[in-house]
């Protein structure tokens, strides 16, 4: 992938040029475009994802909207080859073994991602693509956080914010849809496959591509031992959780 990035003045280029790189600091930009390089993912098709990226207001908000450009853009060109699930995904450094936690935008997962990778590795607070052998192809983005007197979200990146970096290439072992409804402790219910099929339809992106995606995402959902729910108050509470599914695995 390649950005051409572009401003006013020289000053303001480099400024920008300076945001991307500590935004993006140990993050692959074109993770999920090249990361899959063996069958059944043919990871050379389509066409390349590159962006041109003008200092919009000031570098905040250009950093806010690349952000979003680069994940449809990645997401684009994955259509009906991956699983893409709006979702965070944490991974067992060591193993590689990798929770991911479904949930609408705006509803935690940055949160949680924030939280919960200081201690597993940070795969993504955003979208989580899996092949249909069950490998997890990381789009490791700058976290995405919310603030409170502005829509432009602050964009840090998984370096600034302390979190840990996989060693292990990530692979799906547990699904879990997260509800922040201030349930404490943790309420945590197993879903039945064809209510998880629907669920987690709702934050899938191009259901419509996938090759007979009911049966792409069920073959999945029985690798992973199933779907749960769990209804939080705080994301560190999710710890026990995301830690018995990857022990499970």
Do not use: C, N
Not at 61 to 72: E, P
Not at 99 to 107: D, E, I
Request: glycine share 6%.
């Amino acid at each position: 992938m390649q950005l051409r990035l572009s401003a006013p003045t020289a000053a303001q280029a480099d400024e920008l040029a300076q945001a991307v790189r500590r935004a993006w600091a140990w993050t692959l930009i074109d993770a999920l475009t090249d990361a899959l390089t063996e069958p059944p993912v043919d990871a050379s098709a389509g066409d390349p994802v590159d962006l041109d990226v003008p200092l919009l207001d000031d570098v905040e908000t250009t950093l806010h909207h690349l952000s979003s450009a680069l994940t449809l853009g990645v997401i684009e060109r994955q259509a009906g080859r991956l699983w893409m699930l709006h979702a965070a995904a944490l991974a067992d450094p060591a193993s590689g073994a990798t929770v991911v936690l479904v949930a609408p935008s705006g509803t935690g997962k940055s949160t949680a991602a924030r939280t919960l990778a200081r201690r597993w590795g940070y795969v993504t607070d955003e979208t989580a693509g899996i092949a249909a052998d069950g490998r997890v192809v990381p789009h490791p983005k700058p976290l995405s956080i919310v603030r409170p007197t502005t829509t432009v979200k602050a964009q840090v990146s998984p370096a600034d914010a302390g979190l840990v970096r996989p060693e292990a290439a990530p692979w799906l072992a547990g699904i879990a849809i997260i509800e922040r409804d201030g349930a404490s402790p943790v309420a945590t219910t197993p879903v039945r496959t064809a209510v998880a099929l629907a669920r987690l339809g709702e934050q899938t992106s191009y259901v419509a591509r996938m090759e007979r995606p009911l049966s792409f995402m069920a073959s999945l959902i029985e690798r992973a031992g199933g779907v749960r729910l769990a209804r939080y108050r705080e994301a560190a509470e999710l710890e026990p959780l995301v830690a018995e599914l990857m022990e499970r695995a």
